[in-house]
């Protein structure tokens, strides 16, 4: 009986030392890869930026210095973000354009260029790397 014992445990550890040693293929998806979407694009446009631990303020003065493509920056909610580099990906096209260099609060919230409802909570996201500073009050 002992004998009988041993040699199930003997014969169990055989078996489960043999499938450690193997190591496992990895699993392959029958899905196809997907082609990226303008969500993923815009993630692709620029690394985010390290937040900054001070914030710079901004008069309005000077925000409205940069109401261009080449230099455009957007104050929304009182914070603002300089948003050049976007320009061009910027899935809503030139529209972005109408808010350079003023408040634009009301057209990040109302989009009344496009579809006249506010941007997605990831586009919200998605703005803050783009954050500068502040509205100097």
């Known amino acids: 009986m ?11 550890i055989a078996l489960l ?25 815009g993630d692709a446009l620029s690394p985010p930026q390290e937040p900054s631990e001070e914030k710079t303020e901004y008069a309005i003065l000077e925000i409205s210095k940069h109401k261009t493509p080449e230099s455009c920056w957007l104050l929304i909610n009182g914070k603002v973000y ?4 976007y320009v061009k990906a910027h899935p809503g096209g ?27 909570d990831r586009a919200g996201g998605f703005l803050e790397q783009y954050e500068i500073g502040t509205l100097k009050q």
Do not use: Y
């Open 2 to 12: 002992i004998q009988l014992k041993t040699t199930l445990l003997i014969g169990t």
């Open 17 to 41: 030392g043999a499938g450690c040693s193997q190591t496992p293929e990895p699993a392959r998806s029958s899905e196809p890869e997907l082609s990226p979407t303008l969500e993923t694009i």
């Open 82 to 85: 300089d948003v050049t580099e």
């Open 94 to 120: 030139k529209a972005i354009l109408e808010g350079c260099g003023k408040e634009a609060t009301m057209l990040f919230e109302t989009r009344p260029m496009g579809s006249g409802t506010p941007h997605s």
